[in-house]
């Protein structure tokens, strides 16, 4: 992975890679490091979101789920945010990291985006246990209680559909078990740029 020191430019389908500083946020670093022993950034990355720029004007956004920013946005869930306004809300570091060299076409991420918008976000018994068990899988688990998808999304896991919907990833990577300190690793080829 390469740390850019040009200026970050928003493109369409990076990556916005985050370590926040609210509890949720140590939590899911503390599980990063003593349950799926990931280190170095990987093990700091805490959230993740996509760039989507607008048809004819350029202007970038990010698209989410998140329940961090109602607060602002009056949003909780999958939702999509002007970058300056939501990088300025965001209360961590935050990187970008070009997914792909790839010219992605605007048409099936716009289909994409207007599909998923106002998802909810994991929630109740099942969404915390899809929460947990992200990450790893244990194949001496019996089949029974093996997680599946609840139908709402975590961050990374929306950002993985989209991806694979783009054909940035292949489909074997099951979008519920892919958290943002894996994703990270995954593209550990990729340049990045530090943007706060």
């Known amino acids: 992975m390469t740390l850019q020191t040009?200026?970050?430019?928003p493109?369409?389908?990076?990556?916005?890679?985050?370590?926040?500083?609210?509890?949720?946020?140590?939590?899911?670093r503390w599980y990063n490091r003593n349950v799926l022993r990931l280190d170095g950034m990987a093990a700091e990355m805490s959230h993740v979101a996509s760039v989507y720029t607008?048809?004819?004007?350029?202007?970038a956004m990010v698209f989410e789920s998140t329940t961090?920013?109602?607060?602002?946005s009056g949003?909780?869930?999958?939702?999509?945010?002007?970058?300056p306004l939501w990088l300025r809300h965001y209360d961590g570091d935050v990187y970008a990291l070009r997914a792909t060299e790839v010219d992605i076409e605007t048409w099936p991420?716009?289909?994409?985006?207007?599909?998923n918008l106002h998802r909810p976000y994991e929630s109740g018994i099942p969404g915390a246990i899809e929460l947990i068990t992200s990450g790893f899988s244990w194949p001496w688990w019996p089949k029974w209680a093996r997680t599946k998808p609840t139908g709402n999304v975590?961050?990374?896991e929306l950002i993985v559909e989209l991806d694979q919907e783009l054909d940035i990833l292949d489909d074997s990577?099951?979008?519920?078990?892919?958290?943002?300190?894996l994703m990270w690793q995954h593209f550990s080829d990729k340049p990045y740029w530090q943007i706060k």
């Not at 890679?17 to 899911?28: E, K, L």
């Not at 991420?109 to 599909?115: D, R």
């Not at 990577?173 to 300190?181: A, L, Y």
Request: with cysteine.
């Open 6 to 9: 040009s200026k970050y430019e």
């Open 11 to 28: 493109r369409l389908m990076d990556h916005i890679f985050c370590s926040g500083n609210s509890q949720t946020s140590r939590y899911i």
């Open 54 to 59: 607008k048809p004819f004007s350029g202007a």
């Open 68 to 72: 961090g920013n109602a607060e602002w």
């Open 75 to 83: 949003c909780n869930g999958v939702q999509i945010n002007y970058y």
């Open 109 to 115: 991420a716009t289909q994409f985006i207007n599909k």
């Open 154 to 156: 975590h961050c990374s």
């Open 173 to 181: 990577i099951e979008p519920h078990k892919f958290p943002p300190g």
